[in-house]
């Protein structure tokens, strides 16, 4: 029988390519990794592993276990909550990852929601900017994750496996220096700031930049790109450029020495919460999908 602990170090090996790395992620030791590897082989009937140098590499058979493990890990996750669950526990366990505007905005107001109606659910919480946290939720690696998406165009393709809660629909604003020739102006189309110094967020977003600056007719000269929002707004405040960013960025951050304006034309990204379709019926991770839409409400 193929238990699902030896399925997590499988995967760990797949990922990290040998048994000392798969360890260190695992927080166990090496000969543990090796000797859990040689017991799944046995179960298997089979060879998964082929070890070429330092490495290992996947035979057929193992490509197959380690293609299928996500979804039974993600599966047997959900088997164990609901029953615990059912069977009165009252007890919960959410792995969330978010965005970082959306950690620091719709987050705090879910999870203080969430603990006040159940004390015994716990959730974690890491940082990721989709599409890494939407691997990292088909991978098993989270329950939830918050991501985004510029538009409509392609959203239905991209997640017509999972499980999807639109929360609310974020728009773009255009942020200048306080000194800028643009400081007051009410509306700013954005073919106005073709000669400026950008200042580009996360890559998803960067590209989003540039295809509407492309629209504009016109290739943004980026000078400075972070995911880190504060750090945007900083850099624009000292002088060093513009940006556009998403509105829900600046609900925790004081825009110091800098405008906000209005871009034209408008560009919005909806904003959404994801998860397994069998995860969705996790009594925590329902919850917790009710509090984020809440929270954004």
């Known amino acids: 029988m193929i238990e699902a602990r030896h399925l997590r170090v499988l995967r760990a090996v797949a990922a990290t390519g040998s048994f000392s790395a798969a360890a260190r992620e695992l ?9 859990q590897m040689k017991a799944l082989e046995s179960s298997a009937g089979t060879p998964l592993l082929i070890r070429t140098g330092r490495e290992m590499r996947l035979t057929q058979a193992g490509e197959a276990l380690v293609r299928h493990a996500s979804g039974i890990l993600a599966g047997l996750t959900a088997a164990e909550e609901e029953v615990a669950a059912i069977a009165g526990l009252r007890a919960g366990r959410v792995r969330l990852v978010s965005f970082p505007s959306g950690s620091s905005t719709l987050v705090p107001t879910a999870l203080a929601a969430l603990r006040a109606a159940h004390p015994g659910t716990r959730v974690s919480l890491v940082d990721a900017e989709p599409p890494r946290s939407v691997e990292m939720l088909r991978e098993g690696d989270c329950d939830v994750a918050l991501a985004f998406q510029y538009g409509t165009a392609g959203a239905e393709s991209e997640w017509d496996d999972l499980e999807v809660r639109p929360l609310l629909t974020d728009r773009l604003v255009g942020l200048v220096p306080e000194g800028h020739r643009l400081a007051d102006a009410g509306s700013v189309a954005i073919a106005d700031l073709a000669g400026e110094s950008w200042i580009a967020g996360c890559p998803r977003c960067r590209r989003q930049l540039v295809d509407a600056c492309e629209e504009a007719g016109f290739t943004p000269r980026i000078d400075f790109a972070t995911d880190d929002y504060p750090a945007v707004i900083g850099l624009v405040g000292a002088g060093l450029g513009v940006a556009v960013l998403p509105e829900l960025a600046l609900e925790s951050v004081r825009p110091k020495g800098a405008r906000l304006v209005t871009v034209e034309p408008v560009v919005d ?12 019926h996790v009594p925590a991770v329902s919850a917790t999908l009710t509090e984020l839409s809440r929270a954004a409400a």
């Open 27 to 35: 927080g166990c030791t090496q000969p543990a990794v090796s000797q």
């Open 269 to 280: 990204r909806e904003i959404v919460a994801l998860t397994l379709p069998d995860l969705a």
